[in-house]
């Protein structure tokens, strides 16, 4: 008996063999009757046979799973091949003829086994595809839980030793004043006991002086004297003991010491639950995934067949009815355009330049709106501080609310639909990563010495490494931070003051922007790491104050203009 390849083994085979006596032609079909693969020829004679026209023949992914060979116990040479509905049990055709299973009723159990087994498999696939991805992400959470606990303990400690350490030099301090009260204490009493010790010195001179008058009235011829002067001395001076200073010792314990210094604590709040992704949303998102990748492949093609021409091309002209001025420019999938002017009209038109919408808006010279992958456009609102989204059916939603910051500059990912939004706020600027439903993702605003990155963050892109390219007008450079938000580099022109407006990128990572003064104005062509390749446009092309680019699919590049409502497009690539 053949035995049946498992799906690893077929797998690794450059095909299947069919399993037809001779045949070594792909067995690409399945007899779920016979159990074997067949090729597409064995399959027609399989249907035409008369003893095997009714079988069931189906793709060779789909066949049923073979049923285990297992003998009955009762009759060892049959196999257990039925199943009794009413008793629940696996039988052979012979018990079946017993008298406790007359007119029951049986099935096949190769079918019960293969609608198992298919189950079983989708329970397999269940985990490989969802149970184990979605238990890793939550594994990898709390590696970067451990990593994260680390370092909040770590800073702890640091903290810690920091307080310890002004405690000391607190104490320090004090000890020192206490110190020198000791030695003002000190000097006054040595002060007072000099005194008194003057005061005996005095007192003894004097005991000296009367000594001699004694001992001269002693010695007179005339006694009489004796008897005619009177002998007094002075009492001997008072003086009193100094009261020496007593040290009262502090009254403090490891608790006061303790109560003076911080404490850590674990907040008596309830821990938050991580969150598991339901299944449907795994599921959708690979299904996302899979068509990115599809996507990013077929991307990866054409990069590999695109370079630079050697020239400029003007492909085809727009003329927008409903603005006056085409300040930015972005494109639908679908060819169709979105311009809007410096009086907020933003006006969408077909391939032939007719208008479809015009909706008006708070915007003026910002790269305000943006094409998404999905048809959709999103566009900001200066003055509710929103961003709204505008379907292919023409309604509009409220998208994100910003807060008290202004969103300028809106960008749509083309890597993974998120959005990025360009913001200020008094004399701050930042750059605010959104996912494509609108949940705060990413905020940067400094650099890693704490420096502002943004100050006017008009115009918005994203390169096709996750590069976050921004035009930034009063910083007179093209900021650009990777993905994780560190400043890679900043362009800032070649020679005049850099004035950037419209900025986009193509499908070879180029970074185009323009340049727009009263002098000359022009379109920069830049490599991916900010190398500046040429000025792609300028006005020997007939450009004098470009402002709005953008590329499509198809790599066009379209230029909107200050001044007049005309959109060019032009094929720089080849």
Same mark, same amino acid.
């Given at each position: ?136 992400? %939550? /594994? =990898?959470?709390?590696? @970067?839980?451990? !990593? #994260?606990? &680390? +370092? ?6 640091? *903290? ?6 002004? %405690? /000391? =030099?607190?104490?320090? @301090?004090?000890? !020192? #004043?206490? &110190? +020198? ?6 000097? *006054? ?19 000296? +002086? ?365």
């Amino acid at each position: 008996m053949m035995s049946e390849p498992s799906d690893e083994q077929a797998a690794m085979q450059h095909y299947l063999v069919c399993g037809t006596e001779d045949c070594q032609q792909n067995g690409q079909f399945y007899c779920n009757d016979c159990h074997r693969p067949l090729c597409e020829q064995c399959r027609e004679e399989h249907l035409k046979n008369l003893d095997t026209k009714t079988h069931e023949i189906v793709p060779y992914r789909y066949r049923k799973q073979r049923l285990p060979v297992e003998k009955c116990k009762h009759h060892p040479t049959r196999n257990i091949d039925i199943f009794c509905k009413e008793c629940k049990i696996p039988l052979c055709s012979k018990c079946s003829t017993k008298d406790e299973h007359q007119g029951h009723k049986f099935d096949d159990l190769e079918d019960i086994y293969a609608e198992e087994y298919a189950l079983w498999q989708g329970e397999f696939s269940k985990i490989q595809k969802y149970f184990l991805p979605t238990t890793q992400v %939550l /594994k =990898n959470d709390i590696e @970067e839980d451990v !990593t #994260e606990i &680390k +370092k909040i303990m770590e800073s702890i400690r640091t *903290s810690m030793n920091a307080e310890a350490e002004s %405690l /000391k =030099n607190l104490v320090d @301090e004090v000890t !020192t #004043e206490k &110190k +020198k009260h000791t030695r003002t204490m000190e000097k *006054s009493l040595l002060e007072m006991l000099k005194s008194q010790e003057r005061t005996y010195d005095d007192y003894i001179a004097y005991l000296g +002086k009367m000594n001699d008058e004694f001992q001269e009235y002693l010695s007179l011829t005339n006694k009489k004297l004796l008897f005619s002067e009177t002998l007094r001395i002075k009492t001997i001076p008072e003086t009193t003991r100094p009261v020496p200073p007593v040290f009262t010792k502090g009254k403090f314990s490891k608790d006061d010491i303790s109560k003076l210094l911080g404490s850590v604590n674990v907040p008596n709040i309830k821990p938050e639950k991580r969150k598991i992704q339901p299944m449907e949303a795994v599921t959708t998102h690979m299904k996302s995934t899979e068509k990115q990748l599809e996507q990013s492949k077929e991307k990866s093609d054409m990069k590999q067949t695109l370079s630079l021409s050697s020239s400029v091309t003007k492909v085809r002209k727009y003329s927008v009815p409903g603005v006056y001025n085409a300040r930015h420019v972005s494109v639908e999938k679908s060819g169709r355009l979105w311009v809007s002017d410096l009086r907020g009209n933003l006006v969408q038109t077909d391939l032939q330049g007719k208008q479809l919408q015009k909706i008006q808006t708070s915007g003026g010279e910002e790269g305000y709106h943006t094409a998404t992958q999905d048809g959709d456009l999103i566009y900001t609102d200066q003055d509710e501080n929103k961003i709204y989204r505008i379907t292919p059916d023409r309604k509009i939603t409220e998208f994100i609310k910003t807060g008290d910051w202004r969103p300028l500059g809106v960008h749509s990912s083309r890597i993974n639909g998120d959005i990025l939004v360009g913001m200020g706020k008094d004399r701050e600027a930042k750059v605010t990563r959104y996912s494509k439903a609108g949940k705060e993702i990413q905020n940067i605003q400094r650099d890693n010495q704490g420096q502002e990155l943004y100050s006017d963050p008009r115009y918005i892109t994203e390169n096709i490494n996750g590069d976050i390219c921004t035009s930034d007008y009063y910083k007179h450079a093209v900021v650009v931070l990777n993905k994780s938000g560190q400043h890679r580099f900043s362009y800032t022109g070649q020679g005049s003051v850099f004035y950037p407006y419209g900025i986009c990128t193509d499908v070879l990572g180029h970074i185009l922007v323009c340049h727009v003064t009263f002098v000359s104005s022009t379109v920069d062509l830049l490599d991916q790491d900010g190398g500046f390749l040429s000025f792609i446009l300028s006005p020997q092309q007939g450009i004098q104050c470009p402002c709005g680019v953008c590329v499509d699919d198809e790599n066009n590049l379209y230029v909107g203009q200050h001044g007049t409502n005309t959109v060019t497009v032009y094929k720089y690539l080849q």
